[in-house]
């Protein structure tokens, strides 16, 4: 990587390494086993005059997103997410019943279909041909199509202008920054609202939560980062929201700069907070690397200690951000002899890379593991009470981030 994707700055810093992995979510059929799988290079940086980290954009969204493993509405603590935020939107913005919704990214439905229910019009804008139509057979209407300029001006020219422009879990994942807030400027009222959840670099540094350095996200965004972002389309940041999602996340709020008000006090806060961090100078990235490295040789020395001992250890989940820990760490079956996911589309599937197996919920129970090192460690409220079995035959959950950490399954309620 030579320039920076926002600035076209050459001033580009190395922030971690992590090597070369697959794409995190090219799971593989038993009939790829014995064939090649490429990996590319994931190495983080940042750029030091407009602060945006990014790594370099070696695979396309095309690729990646034109059939898609990931559906969101198998969390239930994330479809929950997305309800509460919808009731509080119409309450905010208000959206009475002629507005006009559209989310960006809109995977299954498991946003708007909680906008269906309150009878506002909408549509989704989600490239995945698979999860779009799970999508439309759920009663969203749903477009086929990755976001440009020209992407949003046709959605506007057909339907009309849209009151809010949602965009969760997406501004991280389009190489070209600035034509992507094109399209949400083209998507959006000249007196609407767009807005955006996306990891908060703040949180990923402070926490170590460098599994979520995939080759997906394409950028990490400070409220910093984000505002110069949203001002090369003709967006504004007005409001910014701190969330737990994710491990942590912001929850931008912009609208066309022409009618955008001053920031609230809120993102002066926030980026005050970022400052102190050091994240608008090298000093605020320089330990990351070195906590990474410590991330990997405790989970390392737990999996092998765990081996010798006879003890059984397997996984639970197999996220995106779960394969960049898997690879970096270089765990195989001998360590991980397998681990299950809620989601059907990945049973019978080996995560790629790693090639590990990926099998239904219920195994866990049938094996009676001594721990489950829980992958998806951002669930960890959801996956402590929906792993409290385990607690059945005393085995252990496992959370390898921010640290290692391993404790006791929640007892089921009503039982010792």
């Known amino acids: 990587m030579t320039r920076c994707r926002l600035c076209g700055s050459e001033a580009m810093a190395s922030v971690v390494d992590l090597g070369a992995t697959p794409p995190c979510e090219s799971f593989l059929a038993a009939g790829q086993l014995d064939k090649p799988e490429p990996a590319y290079p994931l190495h983080l940086r940042v750029c030091t005059d407009c602060w945006l980290a990014q790594i370099p954009p070696l695979i396309t969204p095309e690729e990646t997103f034109s059939e898609y493993a990931y559906f969101s509405s198998y969390s239930t603590s994330w479809v929950e997410h997305a309800r509460t935020f919808v009731a509080d939107a119409v309450q905010r913005l208000p959206l009475g019943p002629e507005a006009f919704v559209v989310e960006v990214a809109s ?26 139509a799970a999508a439309r057979e759920a009663g969203v209407p749903t477009l086929t199509e990755f976001l440009s300029p020209d992407t949003g001006s046709a959605v506007r020219a057909e339907h009309g202008p849209a009151d809010l422009v949602v965009a969760n879990n997406v501004y991280a994942h389009i ?25 908060h670099l703040l949180t990923l540094i402070e926490e170590n939560q ?27 940041l007005v409001d910014v929201e701190l969330l737990p999602t994710h491990g942590g996340s912001i929850r931008l709020w912009a609208r066309p700069a022409g009618v955008a008000d001053e920031p609230t006090q809120r993102v002066a806060d926030v980026l005050a907070r970022e400052k102190a961090a050091g994240l ?23 999996l092998i200690e765990a081996a010798e001992r006879g003890e059984t250890v397997v996984g639970y989940g197999a996220p995106g951000k779960g394969n960049t820990l898997l690879n970096h760490c270089g765990i195989r079956p001998d360590l991980l002899p397998y681990t299950v996911d809620r989601n059907p589309y990945k049973h019978g599937r080996f995560t ?5 197996p990926i099998l239904p ?19 960890r ?26 404790v006791e399954a929640a007892s089921r309620k009503g039982t010792a």
């Open 107 to 132: 995977n299954d439905g498991y946003l708007l279909r909680h906008v269906v229910d309150r009878g506002i019009r909408c549509l989704g804008i989600e490239p995945s041909v698979n999860v779009g």
């Open 175 to 199: 190489p070209d920054v600035v034509g992507f807030t094109q399209g949400l400027r083209a998507l959006v009222a000249e007196d609407g609202w767009v807005s955006i959840e996306v990891q």
């Open 210 to 236: 460098y599994d979520t350095i995939y080759h997906e996200h394409f950028q990490y965004y400070t409220v910093a980062s984000a505002t110069r972002a949203l001002a090369s389309g003709g967006l504004a």
């Open 280 to 302: 608008q100078e090298l000093s605020g990235y320089t330990e990351f690397s070195a906590r990474v490295a410590k991330v990997r040789r405790d989970l390392l020395r737990f």
């Open 352 to 356: 790629p890379g790693t090639r590990i």
């Open 361 to 379: 919920p219920e195994q866990i129970a049938a094996d009676e593991p001594d721990y489950v090192l829980v992958l998806p460690w951002n669930l």
């Open 381 to 406: 409220a959801e996956l402590v009470e929906q792993l409290s079995f385990v607690h059945d035959w005393g085995g252990r959950l496992v959370f390898p981030i921010p640290e290692l950490s391993i």
